[in-house]
C-alpha cells in the first residue's frame, strides 16, 4: 500500500469507526510501526492505553475507552467481569475499581497490563452482551467483584442490590461462591449469610447479626403481614410470628422524603391498630450503640409476650 493511503481506510475515516484499536489492525491497513509509535508520542495525535492498543485521539480516555482496551487486550473470547461488567447491567451501588477485570480461557497466556486485569479461567461464562460487549452474567460478575473487595460494606451493598433488583437471588450468589473455591472468599461468604437469611441491606445485615447476637427466638425478615379480615399491613425488616412483634430499621435519610414520612407514619398506625408491637431502630445506633439496642429489643420482645397475640398472619 502506497504512504498515505491508510489515511482514507474505514477504520480511521467511517462514522462509526472505532475510538480503540490494536496496533496489529492500524498496521494491517498499511500505517508503519514507526508511524504509529510516532503518533502515540506525548505530542502525537494518538496515545497508547495498554501495549499494542491504541486510542485514537490524545485526550484522557474515557471509561468506554478504558473497558474496549481491555478487552482488546485480552484478545478473543474475553469476557467482562467485576464491577465494570455490573455497571453494564445497570446495577447502581457499585464501588469504583481502577481495574478492568476481564476473564480467558485458562489455557491462553495474557498477562496483566496497565489498568486491565486479566484472570485466566476454566469457568469461563457464557457472556451477555451489553452495548454490543460480552458481559459476565450478574451472579458471577458479582462475585468476581465482591472476592476483591475489602470492605464488608460494599459487598454486601453489592450483593444486596443484586438481589433487591433481581438481578439475581441468594441461591445464585451462593452457587455462584461455591464454584469460586475458598480462596479469597472468607469476607464474602460472611457478607452473604444475613442475606440468604433475609437481610436487604448492609444495616439490615447489621441488624441481623444484633438480633442473632441477643440469642432471642428467630424470626423472618421482610416478610407482608396481614389483619384478620386479609388487610395488608406492612412488610416489617424483620418479624416474630410466635408474638406478632416487628423490628424496622428506619433511616432518616427515608424520612427525608415527605411522602416517605407520610408512609411510615401511615405504616405504624397500622401496626398500632393490628395490636402489633413494633420497634424502629436507626441504622446508626446498631453499630454505635449495639449493647443499647438489644436492650430495647429484649424489653420490646417483652411487651410483646406480655400480651395476647393479636390476629394478624404473615404470608411467607
Not at 498515505?4 to 462514522?15: E, M, N, R, S, Y
Not at 492505553?49 to 468506554?64: A, I, T
Not at 474475553?78 to 457499585?94: D, I, M, S
Not at 454505635?288 to 439496642?293: A, C, L, S
Request: with cysteine.
Amino acid at each position: 500500500m502506497r504512504r498515505g493511503i491508510w489515511t482514507t481506510d474505514p477504520l480511521l475515516t467511517a462514522p462509526d469507526r472505532p475510538e480503540v484499536v490494536r496496533a496489529t489492525d492500524l498496521e494491517q491497513i498499511g500505517v508503519p510501526r514507526r508511524t504509529i509509535s510516532r503518533r502515540c508520542a506525548a505530542d502525537g495525535p494518538w496515545r497508547t492505553l495498554l501495549p499494542g492498543v491504541v486510542l485514537l485521539s490524545n485526550g484522557p480516555p474515557s471509561d468506554e475507552h478504558r473497558v474496549h482496551a481491555a478487552l482488546l487486550h485480552a484478545r478473543q473470547n474475553a469476557v467482562l467481569t467485576g464491577t465494570w461488567a455490573l455497571r453494564r447491567h445497570g446495577l447502581e451501588r457499585v464501588p469504583r475499581q481502577e481495574e478492568v477485570h476481564v476473564l480467558i480461557p485458562a489455557n491462553r497466556g495474557v498477562a496483566n497490563a496497565g489498568f486491565a486485569r486479566v484472570e485466566r479461567t476454566h469457568r469461563l461464562p457464557r457472556p451477555h452482551l451489553r452495548g454490543g460487549l460480552p458481559v459476565a452474567p450478574v451472579p458471577r460478575a458479582v462475585i468476581d467483584a465482591a472476592r476483591r473487595l475489602t470492605d464488608r460494606d460494599e459487598i454486601q451493598a453489592l450483593m444486596a442490590e443484586s438481589v433487591q433488583r433481581r438481578f439475581c437471588t441468594t441461591d445464585m450468589l451462593a452457587e455462584e461462591l461455591d464454584q469460586a473455591g475458598r480462596t479469597g472468599t472468607a469476607l464474602v461468604r460472611k457478607a452473604l449469610t444475613p442475606l440468604q437469611a433475609g437481610a436487604r441491606s448492609v444495616a439490615e445485615a447489621d441488624a441481623w447479626e444484633l438480633w442473632q447476637r441477643s440469642g432471642l427466638p428467630p424470626g423472618q425478615w421482610n416478610v407482608p403481614i396481614f389483619d384478620a379480615n386479609g388487610n395488608y399491613i406492612a412488610t416489617p425488616d424483620f418479624w416474630c410470628d410466635e408474638i406478632a412483634f416487628a423490628w424496622e430499621i428506619d433511616s432518616y435519610r427515608h424520612h427525608a422524603n415527605l411522602e416517605d414520612h407520610r408512609a411510615t407514619v401511615a405504616r405504624n398506625a397500622r401496626y398500632v391498630a393490628a395490636g402489633i408491637v413494633v420497634l424502629q431502630t436507626l441504622p446508626s445506633r446498631l453499630r454505635t450503640e449495639p449493647d443499647e439496642v438489644e436492650r430495647e429489643l429484649r424489653a420490646a420482645f417483652r411487651t410483646a409476650q406480655a400480651r395476647p397475640r393479636p390476629n394478624v398472619k404473615r404470608v411467607a
